[in-house]
């Protein structure tokens, strides 16, 4: 059974992270976005051929930091995203008891 409590809490998480959730998920997008900037900006900073060129850009010292901060804010957008679809479910579940103790009585 999922007490009081639980669907409490539960409604308590999902109401007080829309927030927070949805500034990990701009910041994720605003990272991904900068990808192709920081990308151009270390290739015109080289010399060589295209593909030296696009190598040295790909392990430019600007471009693992911008990868760095892109991985993480996918990791802390999907804790966020995966802890409120667990906190829906509960909700969902408690739904279904509720309305199974309903039916029977």
């Keep these: ?3 009081a409590d639980r669907l409490q809490r539960a409604l308590t998480y999902l109401a007080e ?8 998920k701009g910041l994720m997008e605003g990272l991904k976005g900068q990808e192709k900037t920081i990308l151009a900006t270390e290739f015109l900073q080289t010399d ?3 593909a030296e060129r696009e190598a040295r850009a790909r392990i430019s010292k600007a471009y693992s930091e911008w990868h760095e901060k892109y991985e993480q804010s996918v990791v802390d957008y999907e804790i966020l995203r ?3 679809g667990t ?3 509960i909700i969902e579940v408690w739904r279904s008891l ?3 103790k ?3 009585v």
Excluded: F
């Design 98 to 100: 509720e309305a199974t």
């Design 87 to 89: 906190e829906s479910q």
């Design 82 to 84: 995966n802890k409120r």
């Design 48 to 50: 060589g051929t295209v």
């Design 1 to 3: 059974m999922i007490s």
């Design 102 to 104: 309903r039916a029977s």
């Design 17 to 24: 992270t829309d927030e927070p959730c949805a500034r990990a």
